[in-house]
């Protein structure tokens, strides 16, 4: 792991095992993440956009107007030529699409570790073909660091 995170990165560490519960979409956590990004409304519907959200807001990072939509995130700050440690990586998947931060990548690049929300209904880091990636984007003011070189592990099985 690199000595130096992004700020929005150690937000989302905060957060790995938080899951849902009571229901699809209903944990204390999660209704706290739609309150505090006032969204309550979202309450029930996949909730990728909206960790990521969390975590960049309380960081002092900006959002996108549409962030609960994993895909709106592929137009948010500065495009990045591929993943590095804290970068926003935007996936493709049937059905719509998800959004999750950069936590390593394998020594090939074929497979990119993410940390996410609504990654198996849990927040944590998982797996995933770098060939769904359709965007990795930076936030402005951000700084590029280089991705850890990882060993592969599990892949991601549901992120909806």
């Known amino acids: ?13 905060k957060d790995i095992g ?8 209903d944990s204390k956590w999660i209704r706290g993440m739609w ?13 990728c956009g909206g960790a990521v959200a969390k975590w ?8 996108p107007k549409l962030f609960y939509r994993a895909l709106a995130w592929a137009d948010y700050g500065i495009r990045c030529p591929g993943p590095a440690q804290g ?4 996936l493709t998947r049937k059905g719509g699409g998800h959004v999750g931060i950069v936590t390593g990548v394998t020594r090939t690049g074929s497979h990119v ?26 936030p402005a ?5 280089p991705a850890t ?4 592990g599990a892949l991601s099985t549901s992120e909806a």
Not at 141 to 145: E, K, L, N
């Open 35 to 47: 309150a505090k990004l006032s969204a309550g409304w979202l309450l029930g519907q996949p909730w």
């Open 18 to 25: 938080q899951r849902e519960t009571l229901g699809p979409n």
């Open 87 to 90: 970068v926003i990586a935007v």
């Open 149 to 152: 070189i990882a060993t592969l």
């Open 1 to 13: 792991m690199p000595t130096t995170e992004p700020s929005y990165l150690i937000e989302a560490r």
């Open 113 to 138: 570790r993410l940390l996410g929300g609504n990654q198996g209904d849990a927040v944590n880091e998982a797996w995933f073909p770098a060939d769904r990636v359709t965007a990795y984007r930076l």
């Open 141 to 145: 003011g951000a700084q590029r660091i």
């Open 56 to 63: 960049l807001s309380e960081a002092g990072y900006p959002i």
